[in-house]
């Protein structure tokens, strides 16, 4: 048996799809792609038949969005990121999120290595956007496979949901635990005693590559995949900050508001500890290729290996 | 449409304004005007044109409407109440703290709200969707959607007309109410009718002139349920701004205009006039 092609998380879009439009007879999306690209391109006709191809604008196809779910259809939205959250904010907020309506949001190319034509078509501050809304969920899976199944998962959810996919084509972590991928959740991508690693996206793999190098210098890394964002996977955390007495908190999105910030926000209050974050310094992004962007702006393995150590070092016992 | 009939929604129309005017004069959060203008319009959709069961407010068959238009929430709720779907003494703390009637409308904590509301410029979008929905669902549901002028000049207003009618929405009817809110020389954005009559028009709507305050023009403006065609219709509405209240409808503008006890008193007395009215003119009829 050969193994399965790796997906990256914006491509496991189309075939978690399927299987849900499979599933559920009231499951239809509105497919945003701009690039020429459809969803349904090469799927099966019952699948295309729930899929509608929009190319008007994004803040009156999240107004649809709203309409389909009040008419009781159970709706997706696929849109690459820097398009759909500045430009729908309003409509996402007050047609979305305020009623709570049940409508998943999938962002594609989201990140700094989502596209490679500069600043404006790069998103890293929407989780600072979305994590402020009431009622929403965030979801920022690491690689293709766990982006299958927390979308799956996400067919029967019955909130706001926004998946933050990045595009690139990731190898499948392997998780500790077998347990399924619950939308709140988090996955334990490595078990230790010496640093908490809280990573999403892109960086759980950087986190994954640093520890191999922190384990040689003595210190364990735990690693956590904090797909869930938004709600915080908070007793995860904090029961690891508590044997490790530090943390790392590593995202490729904006310093301000992302996933360090609220792990900020969790840990002060419940387990004070030192915490170094890895992220984007306040800082738009450029051109140039994904793997070139990430190093350039600082997130990479290597500021994840001297942040933990300057965690190490200050860690509270 | 009979003169009885029209007279018995004349009357609805009289009761509506009256718990408008008491609502408003409770609560003092808003002003009089923009729902005074859109009663009749609701009490025609509600009382004449819909389909909807207030015993079941979730119907999936039903029509549905979505208020677009910015402070007119206490027309609405009125309106819901005299048909039935929730009791009248909610009317009463509107916009009070954990009260099921908010100012902006939401779908779930009210029954028979089937949209969420006040929102400028994002009624039609969202109108456009519930209309995509229900054909989708083999429903032969309509949709309403009430706006005023302000909302045409906000928003995704008219990237959502031009969809609609790409998407041959016939299902989905916007009705414009035209009157007062932009008052003519403040602002460069009102439009005329003929003007608005051209745009839509030429955005490939079917478009129609009704007076807003006449229910059989209303009702033969706003198509019925068997007379949908490929094309969303837009019906045009001259409205007066705070009808059925003589100080009010002497007012133009958007400016908030909180009344004073006296003013409901002299407002509630006026409807009261107007009922006996159609009171006598009832008895008259042979």
């Keep these: ?317 | 449409m009979e003169r009885n009939r029209i007279i018995e929604l004349e009357k609805t129309a009289l009761e509506v304004r009256k718990d408008v005017v008491r609502m408003i004069g409770l609560s003092k959060v808003t002003s009089l005007a923009p729902s005074l203008s859109v009663v009749d319009i609701l009490v025609s959709l509600y009382f004449s044109t819909m389909s909807v069961r207030p015993d079941e407010p979730g119907c999936p068959d039903r029509d549905r409407t979505v208020l677009g238009m910015e402070n007119c929430s206490p027309a609405l709720y009125a309106t819901l109440a005299r048909k039935g779907f929730f009791d009248r003494e909610e009317l009463w703390s509107y916009q009070r703290l954990g009260a099921m009637l908010q100012g902006t409308l939401e779908p779930g904590r009210t029954p028979g709200v089937d949209s969420p509301g006040g929102i400028p410029g994002l009624g039609i979008g969202m109108a456009a969707g519930i209309a995509m929905g229900c054909r989708m669902k083999k429903s032969g549901s309509r949709v309403f959607c009430v706006v005023g002028e302000a909302e045409l000049t906000r928003g995704t207003a008219w990237e959502s007309v031009l969809a609609a009618a790409a998407r041959k929405q016939g299902n989905l009817c916007v009705i414009v109410g035209l009157g007062g809110e932009f008052p003519a020389g403040q602002t460069d954005l009102g439009a005329s009718m003929e003007t608005l009559q051209t745009r839509f028009s030429s955005f490939g709507w079917q478009v129609t002139l009704a007076d807003g305050h006449d229910f059989d023009s209303l009702d033969r403006a706003v198509p019925g349920p068997g007379e949908t065609g490929p094309a969303p219709v837009a019906v045009l509405a001259k409205t007066l701004w705070g009808k059925g209240v003589a100080f009010h409808e002497k007012e133009t503008g958007s400016a908030l205009v909180l009344p004073d006890r006296e003013k409901v008193e002299k407002a509630l007395l006026e409807l009261e006039k107007a009922g006996e009215t159609l009171e006598e003119e009832l008895h008259d009829e042979p």
């Excluded at chain 1, 907020?93 to 600043?119: E, H, T």
């Excluded at chain 1, 199944?149 to 972590?173: A, Q, Y």
């Excluded at chain 1, 892109?202 to 210190?219: D, N, P, W, Y």
Aim: proline share 6%; glycine share 8%; charged share 20%.
């Design chain 1, 1 to 317: 048996m050969s193994p399965e092609p790796i997906l990256s998380p914006t491509e496991a879009v189309g075939p978690s799809l399927e299987i849900l439009a499979a599933e559920d007879p009231s499951f239809v999306v509105l497919d945003l792609s701009t690039d020429g690209k459809s969803l349904a391109r090469e799927a099966d006709s019952s699948f295309r038949e729930r899929c509608v191809k929009t190319e008007k604008g994004e803040r009156d196809a999240v107004l649809l969005a709203a309409g389909l779910s009040l008419a009781g259809w159970n709706v997706f939205v696929f849109a690459p990121s820097p398009l759909l959250v500045p430009r729908a904010y309003e409509a996402i907020r007050s047609a979305v999120a305020v009623p709570s309506l049940p409508v998943k949001f999938l962002l594609a190319n989201a990140g700094l290595s989502g596209n490679r034509a500069g600043a404006a078509s790069q998103m890293v501050e929407d989780i600072a956007f979305l994590r402020a809304l009431p009622n929403v969920s965030i979801i920022v899976p690491s690689d293709g496979l766990s982006a299958k199944k927390l979308i799956e998962n996400s067919g029967s959810s019955r909130n706001p949901v926004f998946f933050r996919l990045h595009s690139m084509k990731l190898p499948t972590l392997k998780r500790t635990s077998e347990t399924d991928l619950e939308l709140s959740g988090a996955s334990l991508i490595r078990a230790g005693d010496g640093v908490t690693v809280c990573a999403c996206g892109t960086m759980v793999h950087e986190a994954l590559r640093a520890s191999a190098i922190l384990a040689q210098q003595g210190i364990e890394a735990e690693i956590i995949d904090c797909f869930s964002v938004k709600p915080l996977p908070a007793q995860v955390i904090t029961a690891s900050v508590r044997r490790t007495g530090c943390c790392v908190v590593a995202e490729e999105h904006n310093s301000s508001g992302g996933l360090g910030g609220a792990v900020a926000e969790l840990l002060c209050q419940s387990s004070p500890v030192p915490i170094k974050f890895v992220s984007v310094q306040d800082r738009f992004g450029q051109s140039g290729g994904a793997e070139e962007l990430l190093e350039y702006y600082g997130l990479s393995f290597k500021e994840i290996l001297s942040a933990a150590s300057q965690a190490w070092t200050m860690r509270r016992r």
